[in-house]
Nanobody, 126 residues
Framework: QEQIVVSGGGLVQPGGSLRLSCTASGYTLEYYAVAWFRQAPGKEREGLSCISRRFSSTNYVDSVKGRFTISRDNAKNTVYLQMNSLKLEDTAVYYC???????????????????WGQGTQVTVSS
């Protein structure tokens, strides 16, 4: 059965760190571009970062550049999002998604992604 599981969310103080994991069964993640998105209450879903399916090149939106790092471990069939220097405004539900749109540079637009995991809540609060 195909499944994408997102884990690692939680409550953290400002300035803290969390690592989110996106693990798949029934999908071989190295064959997909993988992206992380988030959605805060009352806001639209926002693409944060992606890793391409060929060469594992990465992209980040400005709001997380320098603080978040996306990586993949093909042996574990997992993609990670390391989040450092977390801010109050990072509070949201975080999702990962898989895309088959091509082997070039990845993008963080949600309509390019085909399969979505369930969200995990990240709350940054003092």
């Amino acid at each position: 059965q195909e499944q994408i599981v997102v884990s690692g969310g939680g409550l953290v103080q400002p300035g803290g760190s969390l690592r989110l994991s996106c693990t798949a069964s029934g999908y071989t993640l190295e064959y997909y571009a993988v992206a992380w998105f988030r959605q805060a209450p009352g806001k639209e879903r926002e693409g944060l970062s992606c890793i391409s399916r060929r060469f594992s090149s990465t992209n980040y939106v400005d709001s997380v550049k320098g603080r978040f790092t996306i990586s993949r471990d093909n042996a574990k069939n997992t993609v990670y999002l390391q989040m450092n220097s977390l801010k109050l405004e990072d509070t949201a539900v975080y999702y990962c998604a898989l895309g088959l749109y091509g082997s070039g540079p990845c993008v963080t637009t949600s309509h390019d992604y085909d399969y979505w995991g369930q969200g995990t809540q990240v709350t940054v609060s003092s």
